[in-house]
């Protein structure tokens, strides 16, 4: 999916919900686990009920992984779901991949040609002939790791270099070598949303990919103040928040409710910024 | 493994060799190509040729999920193996993984519990919280990503920051806060022998899991003039330069006789520096 496409994805379903897939086998509704791949059968649901108010989702291979190659079936299987039934949303591989350029051209074939996923995160700290191969695919995105949402963000990302800029600046200024506003993007935490500001100076076009609203306490408000740009430019992440926002058998449904709450707030934003 | 069961083990092989399972589809010798399991049958001839010359194998997750979810039952399978058979043998999960803590987990129970391996190669870039669940497991190792030996390292991992450290410096560093010598490793490329005098001044009894002798050009003289500790402190890794050494249906046995050679040069340099 090219940037013109996913712009007009969330101008149509007036959504820049980004719905997080991460099924736990210990967190999922009970009933679900006498089901054949109860992963699978749990994110199916997940999808279904949150497809119309959603742009995209973020299936976590940690999760899916966990389960070992039953697991990376499930994996397989909810996203040839997606693709399949709703082949208009953006479906990232949420796997934090990056190595060495031949064994990054590997992660590539398993996410862009092994599955067909639009993007997958990757992690920068082994530079450009690590995130390279994952930008030879047309239509195919990087979400590179710049400023996360977790604490341990701290311990480099906001290491201050010689030249003044903080090690995430310098992550998304070089990368800018690599890649466009229309191939690459960057995961950037809603936890830091006083942050904005300089990330946009540094990535006035870029989409970024926003985790942390919600179970991680960021504000869907604040994120937008600094980080909308005219083509929308933000996708924001929820997981938790929808996902297990109830454990029982209503589960999908009480996702739903979830995914449509935010899906207005985000419609009044679109609007009352004249995005649509 | 622990520590000393590790030292042990060297010690006993007079060998601190670690094959890479690098296995590509597109390289392996086509007579594989009609089994039930290629990436394992190419995995477990290669295993069986080298074993008396290897203290570790690190089978590359990105090799072998590039075939989705056949290739990651191919990689447990490969892992079941080598425990199987060869108990002894250091397992290292090659794949950089790091995420925030709760996902973080799920990988270490995918590659600590769903399979058993000894140590799993971690991305930094995220910090503590990314990589402390990963130490929770008793005799389980995190293999940091320090230096690395692709041409990219150079994009950030030099990094001079305001305190006069290099990012790489930086990581070993601060990892040291979150665990010890005996249970955390370091990724030191070979192709930067010339840092190892600094490396070893900042984590003097750490091992070092070393790439890129070999294919990538590193020198193993080099390395262990400035690396070896008197535990030797050392796992230098050939993926390419035994696995690939011959392409042909005899590919198990030169891949013997390359581990069995650098293997030779491993005990002359542990005899003279009397490790051994």
New interface residues.
Partial sequence: MNYAQLVAQIKQKKSFLCVGL?P?INKIPSHLLSSQDPLYEFSREIIDATAPYAVAYKP?S??Y??????G??S??KTVEYIRRNYPDIFIIA?A?????????A??A??FFQ??DCDAVTV?????????SPFLDFDGKWVIL?AL??????????F????DGSL?YE??IK?SQEWASHENMMYVTGATKAEYFTRIRELAPRHFLLV?GVGA?GGSLEDVCRYGLTEDCGLLINSSRGIIYASHGEDYASVAKEEAHKIQSVMENILTTSHII
Same sequence: chains 1, 2.
């Fill in positions: 991460d736990d976590n940690a999760f992984e966990a389960q070992g190659w039953k990376m079936l994996f397989e949420d934090k991949r990056g190595d060495i350029g031949n064994t990054s590997m992660y074939r398993t092994t599955m992690a920068p700290y082994m530079g450009k002939d690590s995130v790791l996360t949402s977790n604490a341990g963000a701290a311990d480099f990302q290491t201050e270099s010689t090690l310098k992550v070089t985790p991680q």
